[in-house]
């Protein structure tokens, strides 16, 4: 069959509204998020750290797959996936710091988080070829996509020490493992790191200090080793992934509290989940950039340094801190 990237219906007018209700609602609240997005972003070049705080996060991530490149006689990515496809998940993320509820567990925190929803063509085709389109990129080819609902589930056990952060500050060493699981693939990982380092003072004399809060610079940098298994999706993954991601934010940071905003920006290696034609690992380089503005957090992340526009391509992510957004609701342990 010869490709093609003429438009294809979305497989279900439900899910499209459905989708654009989760993109919509959290603008609606007036009041940092943040929420650890769904596998399999972190391979697609999301921000993949453990949370500092309590979070109860809601939105929609977002993550394409593209079977073929842009070129006149395209080439496939992986010799095993025959087809394209959007992770449309609506998410629901939750992060626990266990010092507030018995002290003998200061240091320690879980996550857990479920991303499901329908795989279908959009809305990331329009992103790819329509957006690219207007930008004057050729738009990128396809044979089949993938239509279906899928879901993954994350958890996880981190342990944070203060090393380098002075007092005050957010304690930034971890280490912790953690599994993902469902119709994508199967992991089990470890990760270790050090996440928001005061690297110098921050700025608390500015005269925007007055109006925004002291303003200052964040590091971060984590490396991660996983064992993957075959999933619905993904029926030949490489055995072992190794990923490697260094951030830098800017934002208005008070002792003790949750960021009142911030950007960052981050850039990933990873080995690969993927392999070519000869069962060797596709190697990929990403960059990626969140904003946060009080409870409501955009992500987005891209392959664009690979100078290709095939694979994991892009993705994005919307979310809301539930916990900031509605302190009033009663959610016991939840908090």
């Not at 009080?294 to 392959?303: A, C, I, L, M, Y």
């Not at 992510?317 to 916990?323: E, I, K, P, Q, R």
Request: net charge neutral; glycine share 12%; proline share 7%.
């Amino acid at each position: 069959m010869i490709p093609s990237y003429g438009e294809r219906p979305l497989g279900s007018r439900k899910s499209l509204r459905l989708v654009c209700l989760v993109l919509v609602a959290p603008l609606w609240s007036a009041t940092m998020a943040w929420g650890e997005s769904p596998a399999p972003t972190v391979h697609w070049g999301g921000i993949g750290y453990p949370d500092q705080y309590t979070t109860l996060t809601a939105g929609l991530t977002v993550n394409r797959f593209t079977e073929f490149d842009k070129e006149i006689l395209p080439t496939r990515y992986d010799s095993t996936i025959n087809n394209t496809f959007g992770l449309n998940f609506l998410s629901l993320s939750w992060s626990k710091q266990w010092g507030r509820v018995w002290e003998p567990l200061d240091g320690l925190s879980s996550h857990l988080s479920l991303g499901i929803g329908p795989t279908a063509d959009q809305p990331s085709k329009w992103v790819q070829n329509e957006l690219h389109k207007s930008l004057g990129f050729r738009p990128v080819h396809e044979n089949s996509v993938r239509d279906d609902t899928d879901a993954m589930v994350d958890a996880s056990v981190t342990g944070w020490q203060r090393w380098l952060n002075g007092a005050g500050e957010p304690p930034d060493a971890f280490g912790g493992v953690g599994v993902s699981a469902g119709t994508i693939y199967q992991e089990f990982y470890g990760r270790a790191g050090l996440r928001r380092v005061q690297a110098f003072p921050d700025w608390d004399t500015h005269p925007l200090v007055n109006f925004i809060g002291p303003l200052g610079v964040r590091f971060s940098g984590m490396g991660r080793y996983g064992r993957l298994a075959d999933g619905a999706v993904l029926h030949a993954v490489k055995p072992s992934s190794t990923i490697g991601q260094v951030s830098g934010s800017f934002g208005s940071y008070r002792p003790g509290e949750q960021p009142a905003w911030e950007v960052e920006v981050a850039f990933t290696w990873d080995s690969g989940l993927f392999v070519n034609g000869v069962g060797q690992s596709r190697k990929e380089f990403f960059g990626s950039g969140s904003i946060t503005i009080g409870p409501v957090r955009f992500e987005t992340w891209n392959d664009t340094f690979n100078n290709k526009d095939k694979g994991p391509t892009a993705g994005a992510t919307l979310t809301v801190d539930l916990l900031r957004a509605f302190p009033s609701w009663n959610l016991g342990i939840l908090r």
